[in-house]
């Protein structure tokens, strides 16, 4: 493991400044910085590191350890657990935030992808079309193996299948704020973004929710393929919100 003690940097907001330092650490641990079995520097590292008191930091760890995502070994210090192992189910701060930023970017693509499904199903050509039918069965071919086996797959052939969309619709900003969108998700939220994949995005029902905007495609039926969007991501989103468990 790397000192793990550089991977923090000061903390100069005032305020819930335990949450601040449990928040860096569980950020770390998705980043895949810090991984499973790994200590945790002391108190008195992380103290310095994070430029605030040690009873700060203790707090953050109790917080952790609350949350099943650090251990602690009397007389050896804190460890980052199993996540198989997890038995508590409170959501952290880190985590109600990682589910805000996810809710909030699944209700700009209800509006974004429903524009551009409208506008796909009458200029979309029958190659691109093509193309999408083949990205959906990608989808699920995905979805039948299962989030064990094949969850970043089936992550990312939804986020092509409906890059393709965009693509059809012959509208370029489309096309543009799609990206930015899955950049964002690439870059700042994939960890959390498979999770909930994972644990709600799989199975018959949600593959039906993709099928009909497809299907609508297909029919050239520009008001369905909208309604059908709209509805994918609106329950998308909603299945999301209502989640206990989410980490």
């Known amino acids: 493991m790397s000192d793990a003690a550089s991977l923090f940097a000061r903390i100069d907001r005032p305020r819930r400044l335990p949450d601040e330092v449990a928040t860096s650490i569980i950020d770390a641990i998705e980043n895949r910085q810090l991984q499973t079995g790994d200590r945790l520097p002391t108190e008195a590292e992380l103290s310095k590191r994070f430029g605030v008191a040690r009873t700060v930091v203790r707090e953050a760890i109790s917080l952790l350890r609350y949350d099943g995502i650090v251990e602690s070994r009397r007389g050896v210090g804190a460890f980052i657990a199993d996540p198989a192992q997890k038995s508590s189910f409170r959501i952290s701060p880190a985590c109600f935030e990682k589910r805000k930023r996810i809710v909030q970017l699944l209700q700009l693509r209800t509006g974004v992808q429903a524009g551009a499904s409208a506008l796909a199903a009458g200029t979309r050509s029958a190659e691109q079309m093509a193309g999408i039918r083949q990205v959906f069965a990608e989808v699920e071919a995905a979805d039948l193996l299962g989030p064990k086996a094949a969850l970043e797959l089936r992550v990312d052939s939804e986020l ?75 329950r998308a989103a909603d299945r999301l919100a209502a989640r206990e468990d989410f980490l």
């Open 160 to 234: 092509l299948l409906y890059r393709r969309i965009a693509e059809a619709s012959g509208n370029d900003y489309y096309v543009e704020v799609t990206a930015m969108i899955e950049t964002n998700i690439q870059n700042n939220l994939r960890s959390a973004f498979l999770k909930n994949a994972a644990a709600s995005e799989f199975g018959p029902a949600i593959i039906e929710e993709h099928r009909a905007v497809v299907e609508a495609l297909e029919a050239g039926d520009a008001e369905a393929a909208r309604l059908a969007t709209r509805t994918r991501f609106e």
